[in-house]
């Protein structure tokens, strides 16, 4: 069974850092792309960054220049930096995994989430 599994949230001042983490855990024979999504209240939910298989990675145009997507292959871990944290940034992270391939077919899975705070 699939599982993703994010750390790293939790309450920070505007102008600073925190780096979440998702691990990947499971039988996966391929994972088309990894990304990152968030939720703020009453909002829809939005992308934050995202990475193909290939290495290529896109960001929403909100974080651009102050986040960055990175992934470690050997632990199924990916990372996101996050720096110069606005109020705004306030939301539910999510990490997503696009079309896994497993034994059993091919799906998409989403982790719980982790709450990120900023405060001004």
């Known amino acids: 069974q699939v599982q993703l599994v994010e750390s790293g949230g939790g309450l920070v001042q505007a102008g600073g850092s925190l780096r979440l983490s998702c691990a990947v855990s499971g039988i996966i024979f391929k994972i088309n792309a990894m990304g990152w999504y968030r939720q703020a209240p009453g909002k829809q939910r939005e992308l934050v960054a995202v990475i193909t298989s290939r290495g290529y990675t896109n960001y929403g145009d909100a974080v651009k220049g102050r986040f960055t997507f990175s992934r470690d292959s050997a632990n199924n871990t990916v990372y996101l930096q996050m720096n110069s944290l606005k109020p705004e940034d306030t939301a539910v992270y999510y990490c997503?995994?696009?079309?896994?391939?497993?034994?059993?077919?091919?799906?998409?899975?989403w982790g719980r989430g982790t709450p990120v705070t900023v405060s001004s």
């Open positions: 997503n995994a696009d079309r896994v391939a497993t034994r059993d077919g091919v799906r998409t899975y």
